[in-house]
């Protein structure tokens, strides 16, 4: 037997009790409806009795008086019943007639009885172990009330030990329920054992877990195959996943610490170098001057870009964007807008922008992070697609609780090596000319998380015909 631990059997002593007061209710209903049962079967009997006497003996055209006793006395004697005592009663409690005792014993009132004021009452009635005042012993009584003839015919049985073995309780039933309470028993103690097994497991594994101790030393406590069992293996793994979870985030904490760090590392170097000319060259010609204040700038604004970026996925990955932030916003007005803002680069590009989206599509999001998803995606695609090309972007399925859109190019297209990576922090297909554009590497991240953060999907792939195309889906609410 498997040792109990406290909480199993705190579970099994309390169970157990609850067990012992049933059984014990169970007993006493048992010995009260037994009892029950006989005492309405002798008392039925009885009742039989006095119905026969009072068909044979009283109910009869020719009895009368002087002739009671005798015909009484042979329908006693037809009964055969050993000791069977029989007593008419008038309705004013008067005895007539007691085959115990001489009519000319001074018999008192029975309307005291209690077997007599049922009887008066109900037509019945009996009386369990009374002493006759008559006699002295203790009878079983049993009377019946005959309203026609205003009597009421009594018939008793001596309480002695052939009575008493009568009405005594087939005590029978207690061996089934000690065999029941056994069984339920050990049952229990089975069932204690194993859920106590199981809780005591699981409070260590949280002492463990509290104290940060290694997963390998967490993981291999075994549960019983049962469904406390399996939930305590689910919470197990559930924080297995959280410490690899979180074992990931710092991961990728540390590896985007790094890139930005490697990151920033060129334009602070480019603008450092910068003024660094200028202020050791006081005599330097204005045009150098402008060009390179000019060029520090550039790296300036490329240094805010970065600092943006990194800003919306710090949010997205702590979850700190609030829903209270979420707001109706035109799909297509925002598009548009957007197109206004880099004209001037598409223009440069002779790059054509493609905006077949239909008026008036509206969902319900942060519009910071929907602005983020159609220009880093319209960006990307100036840096990338080529000259000449041209950018379209189309609603192609409208659903009940979502939309479908499509964004896509006639450029060059991506090496398919490169697909599954696009998504990733920092990943570059041509650094240099990332760089150069003012790319920061995080544009489509921000894209893939923000696109998740509206309960969308999104996958990228060539075009048989040449270039990108980017299929996602945005939740209307």
């Known amino acids: 037997m498997k040792k109990q631990s406290t909480f199993g059997l705190r579970l099994f002593y309390s169970v157990m009790s609850l067990f012992a007061i049933f059984t014990l209710v169970f007993v006493l209903y048992q010995h009260s409806r037994e009892r029950t049962y006989k005492v309405a079967i002798l008392n039925a009997q009885l009742q039989?009795?006095?119905?026969?006497?009072?068909?044979?003996?009283l109910n009869d055209e020719s009895a009368h008086t002087n002739s009671i006793k005798s015909l009484v006395e042979r329908h006693i004697k037809e009964l055969n019943v050993e000791n069977l005592?029989?007593?008419?009663?008038?309705?004013?409690?008067?005895?007539?007639?007691?085959?115990?005792?001489?009519?000319?014993?001074?018999?008192?009132?029975?309307?005291?009885?209690?077997?007599?004021?049922?009887?008066?009452?109900?037509?019945?009635?009996?009386?369990?172990?009374?002493?006759?005042?008559?006699?002295?012993?203790?009878?079983?009584?049993?009377?019946?009330?005959?309203?026609?003839?205003?009597?009421?015919?009594?018939?008793?049985?001596?309480?002695?030990?052939?009575?008493?073995?009568?009405?005594?309780?087939?005590?029978?039933?207690?061996?089934?329920?000690?065999?029941?309470?056994?069984?339920?028993?050990?049952?229990?103690?089975?069932?204690?054992?194993?859920?106590?097994?199981?809780?005591?497991?699981?409070?260590?594994?949280?002492?463990?877990?509290?104290?940060n101790e290694p997963l390998d030393k967490l993981s291999n406590e075994k549960f019983a195959d049962d469904e406390l069992g399996e939930i305590s293996q689910n919470i197990v793994r559930i924080y297995e996943n959280f410490l690899k979870s979180l074992e990931d985030k710092t991961r990728i904490k540390q590896q985007l610490t790094q890139n930005i760090?490697?990151?920033?590392?060129?334009?602070?170097?480019?603008?450092?170098?910068?003024?660094?000319?200028?202020?050791?060259?006081?005599?330097?010609?204005?045009?150098?001057?402008?060009?390179?204040?000019?060029?520090?700038?550039?790296?300036?604004?490329?240094?805010a870009h970065l600092i943006n970026d990194i800003a919306i996925l710090n949010r997205l990955d702590d979850n700190s964007v609030s829903l209270h932030e979420n707001e109706n916003v035109n799909i297509s007005q925002l598009v548009?807008?957007?197109?206004?803002?880099?004209?001037?680069?598409?223009?440069?590009?002779?790059?054509?922008?493609?905006?077949?989206?239909?008026?008036?599509?509206?969902?319900?999001?942060?519009?910071?992070?929907?602005?983020?998803?159609?220009?880093?995606?319209?960006?990307?695609?100036?840096?990338?697609?080529?000259?000449?090309s041209v950018i379209t972007i189309k609603c192609d399925i409208e659903e009940e609780e979502k939309y479908h859109f499509t964004f896509y190019d006639n450029g060059i297209g991506v090496a398919e090596e490169h697909l599954e990576k696009i998504f990733e922090r920092f990943y570059r297909i041509d650094k240099g000319r990332s760089r150069a554009n003012g790319g920061t590497g995080l544009?489509?991240?921000?894209?893939?998380?923000?696109?998740?953060?509206?309960?969308?999907?999104?996958?990228?792939?060539?075009?048989?015909?040449?270039?990108?195309?980017?299929?996602?889906?945005?939740?209307?609410n």
């Open 85 to 211: 005592r029989v007593t008419i009663i008038t309705e004013d409690g008067n005895v007539l007639y007691d085959n115990h005792k001489n009519q000319d014993y001074g018999f008192t009132n029975h309307l005291d009885r209690n077997e007599v004021k049922s009887a008066l009452a109900n037509g019945s009635g009996y009386a369990i172990n009374r002493q006759s005042a008559t006699t002295g012993s203790n009878y079983f009584y049993s009377a019946t009330h005959f309203p026609n003839e205003k009597i009421i015919i009594r018939s008793a049985l001596p309480y002695n030990t052939s009575l008493i073995n009568i009405l005594k309780t087939d005590y029978s039933y207690l061996w089934f329920a000690l065999v029941i309470f056994v069984a339920l028993t050990f049952i229990l103690l089975q069932f204690t054992s194993n859920v106590g097994a199981t809780i005591t497991k699981l409070r260590d594994f949280a002492v463990h877990a509290a104290k």
């Open 261 to 303: 760090a490697h990151e920033l590392k060129t334009p602070v170097s480019s603008i450092q170098g910068y003024l660094e000319t200028i202020i050791n060259n006081p005599n330097i010609d204005s045009e150098r001057r402008t060009k390179y204040m000019e060029r520090s700038y550039a790296q300036t604004e490329r240094l």
């Open 336 to 388: 548009k807008d957007i197109e206004n803002q880099v004209a001037l680069q598409l223009e440069k590009h002779t790059i054509r922008f493609n905006n077949l989206l239909p008026d008036q599509l509206t969902v319900h999001g942060n519009r910071s992070l929907l602005y983020s998803i159609f220009r880093n995606l319209t960006d990307n695609a100036i840096i990338y697609a080529g000259e000449g």
């Open 443 to 476: 544009g489509l991240s921000i894209v893939k998380n923000a696109v998740l953060h509206h309960g969308g999907v999104i996958n990228a792939y060539n075009q048989p015909g040449g270039g990108l195309a980017i299929k996602f889906t945005i939740r209307k």
């Open 48 to 57: 039989t009795y006095n119905q026969a006497i009072y068909k044979g003996a």
